[in-house]
């Protein structure tokens, strides 16, 4: 009987192959998890961005279309002119809008309000805010104004 040649791969390069592909593969997987990494990343930034400028739309919003804004000590309430109302709240680090049963709210780092004075009702409309807040862990500053009627800021002027 005669012996013939068989073709087969040698365990040498078997192993080699088998390191080859093992790189190969790793590579894809280091690539594909960089890539998701970047897409959460991403998806995460759109949707900080987003409430933000959710926020800062209702509270432009709530100011443009109220009959007046009411200052107390860490609260804003804000009637409309079809008598309802919403309250923004200061509480730790937070402005917090509250509207019926319905919670909003908005990281500050810092508020401020300008004000006028009524004497008679002993309390203060807001004719302006700004509030510095964060995005990308970056400060960012946003003001709301309010124009009251001029014979509503006579009467509270006093004038």
Do not use: W
Request: glycine fraction near 2%; proline fraction near 1%; include cysteine.
């Amino acid at each position: 009987m005669k012996r013939g040649n068989v073709s087969a791969f040698t365990i040498m390069e078997i192993l080699i192959n088998m390191a080859i592909m093992s790189i190969v593969i790793s590579m894809v997987y280091f690539s594909y998890s960089s890539f998701v990494k970047q897409i959460t990343y991403y998806q995460m930034n759109i949707e900080e961005q987003s409430q933000l400028d959710r926020f800062c739309l209702q509270l432009k919003t709530d100011f443009f279309e109220a009959e007046k804004i009411i200052k107390s000590e860490h609260v804003l309430e804000v009637f409309f002119y079809n008598m309802t109302s919403v309250k923004y709240s200061v509480k730790e680090k937070f402005l917090v809008r509250t509207k019926n049963q319905n919670k909003d709210s908005l990281k500050i780092k810092n508020i401020d309000f300008i004000t006028i004075l009524n004497s008679n009702a002993n309390n203060e409309l807001v004719k302006r805010i700004k509030l510095t807040t964060y995005l990308f862990n970056q400060p960012i500053e946003f003001i709301a104004i309010k124009q009251y009627p001029i014979m509503l800021e006579q009467q509270y002027y006093g004038d």
